[in-house]
């Protein structure tokens, strides 16, 4: 059976800063699913999660952080089991319960 893996020490100190935050744990299930938890001493903590095309940051109060990681693990372990890419039912609604952002520094190339 696969499980999660924290590999949150595979990065630096230096790597875990990033911008005002700094990643407090990171893990992945089989490879392909991860979940990353960022703090920052004056926002919101930052809950980022990759899954094939579905990706995001979910936005939390820090003293429902660590709560709120797990339930992101708990939601994304089943639908990757099932069906290895994300459905678009799930995408909709995962997106709705978690409250789904999408990082405001993505890079969109428009000079096609």
């Not at 299930?29 to 004056?42: C, M």
């Not at 990681?69 to 709705?96: S, W």
Request: charged share 30%; hydrophobic share 35%; net charge negative.
């Amino acid at each position: 059976m696969k499980s999660w893996k924290n590999v949150t020490e595979t990065f630096s100190n230096e790597q875990r800063h990033y911008k005002n935050t700094y990643l407090e744990k990171c893990e992945v299930y089989d490879g392909v699913v991860e979940v990353s938890l960022f703090s920052s001493a004056d926002d919101l903590y930052e809950i980022y999660f990759s899954y094939g095309i579905f990706y995001g940051i979910i936005y939390v109060e820090e003293e429902n952080a660590l709560e709120k990681f797990e339930a992101v693990k708990e939601d994304l372990e089943p639908e990757y089991r099932q069906h290895k890419d994300p459905t678009a039912t799930f995408i909709n609604e995962f997106a709705k319960k978690h409250k789904v952002s999408l990082p405001s520094d993505i890079f969109f190339d428009f000079s096609f």
